[in-house]
T-cell receptor
Framework: AQSVTQLGSHVSVSEGALVLLRCNYS??????LFWYVQYPNQGLQLLLK??????LVKGINGFEAEFKKSETSFHLTKPSAHMSDAAEYFC????????????FGKGTTLSVSS | GAVVSQHPSRVICKSGTSVKIECRSLDFQATTMFWYRQFPKKSLMLMATSNEGSKATYEQGVEKDKFLINHASLTLSTLTVTSAHPEDSSFYIC?????????????FGQGTRLTVV
């Protein structure tokens, strides 16, 4: 079975500050890991993904995440927050089979203040 | 990237009626599609895995007679909420993965906001 845990349901940062959203996973097979962003009443947009290649993954909008097997972590970071980054962020895990669903964490709401 | 289209985006129905939500893969064939439900300010809960030409696989606690899933073709899966009640009001999202291996990614529909009155 696979699962993800997102530590912190709500993270608040100031504009220009570092963003760190935490995600730990559990998987009995090599995991594929994803970060998605969701704006109110909209679907999900992929930020980045780890699929067993480079452990440091760069995504859109300046986000990146590092896969650390020893810590079973896949934390999302951005050096400098922007007001437009305020949204809901979801970490998800799956395997390399197309017939396997993504399992999502509970999500972290990111607030950015000026 | 691949496109998954979901329709309708919003629907309001009366209690006791049924509502059908469509999920289409526009530029790829999807043997498998996934249906999620999202409560306000909550995560996406996997409801079921829809398999083309066979019965859907439901997650524990999801009523299969309540949420009917049909996957009649490689590009279309439908979710029908039968005898809807206000507690069925939610945001429903479908998803599909065009491929496997290192290039795999899940694509999501725009979601359907169901309100049962």
């Amino acid at each position: 079975a696979q699962s993800v845990t997102q530590l912190g349901s709500h993270v608040s940062v100031s504009e220009g500050a570092l963003v760190l959203l935490r995600c730990n996973y559990s998987s009995s097979v090599p995991p594929y890991l994803f970060w998605y962003v969701q704006y109110p009443n909209q679907g999900l947009q992929l930020l980045l993904k780890y699929t067993s290649a480079a452990t440091l993954v760069k995504g859109i909008n300046g986000f990146e995440a590092e896969f650390k097997k020893s810590e079973t972590s896949f934390h999302l970071t951005k050096p400098s927050a922007h007001m437009s980054d305020a949204a809901e962020y979801f970490c998800a895990v799956t395997d390399n089979q197309a017939g396997t669903a993504l399992i999502f964490g509970k999500g972290t709401t990111l607030s950015v203040s000026s | 990237g691949a496109v998954v289209s979901q329709h309708p985006s919003r629907v309001i129905c009366k209690s006791g009626t049924s509502v059908k939500i469509e999920c289409r893969s526009l530029d790829f064939q999807a043997t498998t599609m996934f249906w999620y439900r999202q409560f306000p300010k909550k995560s996406l809960m996997l409801m079921a895995t829809s398999n083309e030409g066979s019965k859907a696989t439901y997650e524990q606690g999801v009523e299969k007679d309540k949420f009917l899933i049909n996957h009649a073709s490689l590009t279309l899966s439908t979710l029908t909420v039968t005898s809807a009640h206000p507690e069925d009001s939610s945001f429903y999202i479908c998803s599909a993965r065009p491929g496997a291996g290192a290039n795999t990614e899940a694509f999501f529909g725009q979601g359907t906001r169901l309100t049962v009155v």
